[in-house]
């Protein structure tokens, strides 16, 4: 062996046990999705954009392999149903009690998940809420303090999982409401229907990590992530939506 090569070797050995090395931080495995028609859909964010509310190993876990079990499934369940193929998901979820339980949660999972991570911002970059917006809030609940008490109330009191949810009523009103496990208020199994433009995740999955059982601090720090700017969107898209 020539002597820049054996040089080479030892270089290259003593790198790798050198302890002050810089090491990468440990990625969680992705989980293997089936290749169809349903994907997951990348963060608009890094795993720690939205520290101190939403620690890293809680979104990381929660996008790689929550929202990716209900992608997956989505995938093999569409192999039996070409019905999930066609349409798109905000065509299928007004019909949902026509599709069994296992569609039911895969769908709306799917879809909560994707909109959840559109309304979240790393702090300071996820705007206010419009001038529109907060006329509609004024209205309805009588001020942004007080919508903000109802809505974190609708997240707290959920028994068991499930979400809260700013809607659009077909009236073009707003309305605060919360459904269980994967419902959404766009299916027609919800008890008060409408557009969502704003979503909260109270399963556990979503704070245990770092808040253990008290939802009302998760809740509380959420707050300070959310993406108004994303929000403002929905709502005009929604008043839109209903001329």
């Not at 520290?51 to 995938?75: C, I, Q, S, W, Y």
């Not at 707050?223 to 403002?232: A, G, H, I, Y």
């Amino acid at each position: 062996m020539s002597v820049l090569l054996t040089l080479a070797l030892c270089a290259q050995l003593h790198l790798a046990k050198d302890p002050t090395a810089p090491v990468a931080a440990a990625q969680p495995a992705p989980m293997t999705l089936v290749a169809a028609p349903y994907t997951l859909p990348p963060l608009p964010y890094p795993f720690e954009a939205l520290e101190p509310a939403v620690d890293r190993e809680t979104m990381a876990v929660h996008h790689g392999k929550h929202h990716a079990a209900f992608v997956n499934n989505l995938n093999q369940l569409s192999a039996e149903s070409p019905e999930l193929r066609q349409g798109g998901i905000e065509a299928l979820l007004p019909k949902i009690s026509k599709f069994p339980p296992a569609v039911r949660n895969n769908l709306g999972g799917h879809y909560n998940h994707a909109m959840f991570w559109q309304v979240m911002a790393p702090v300071g970059k996820g705007g206010k809420a419009s001038a529109a917006l907060v006329k509609a809030i004024d209205q309805q609940f009588g001020s942004y303090a007080q919508f903000q008490t109802q809505f974190s109330d609708a997240g707290a009191k959920r028994f068991g999982s499930g979400w809260a949810w700013l809607i659009v009523l077909p009236d073009g009103k707003l309305a605060i409401t919360s459904t269980p496990n994967q419902d959404n208020p766009l299916m027609d199994v919800a008890e008060m229907r409408g557009i969502p433009v704003l979503a909260l995740d109270v399963w556990e999955h979503a704070y245990y990590l770092k808040y253990r059982n008290l939802r009302g601090d998760y809740i509380k720090a959420w707050w300070e992530v959310v993406n108004w700017n994303e929000v403002n969107r929905r709502y005009d898209a929604a008043l839109k939506a209903k001329r």
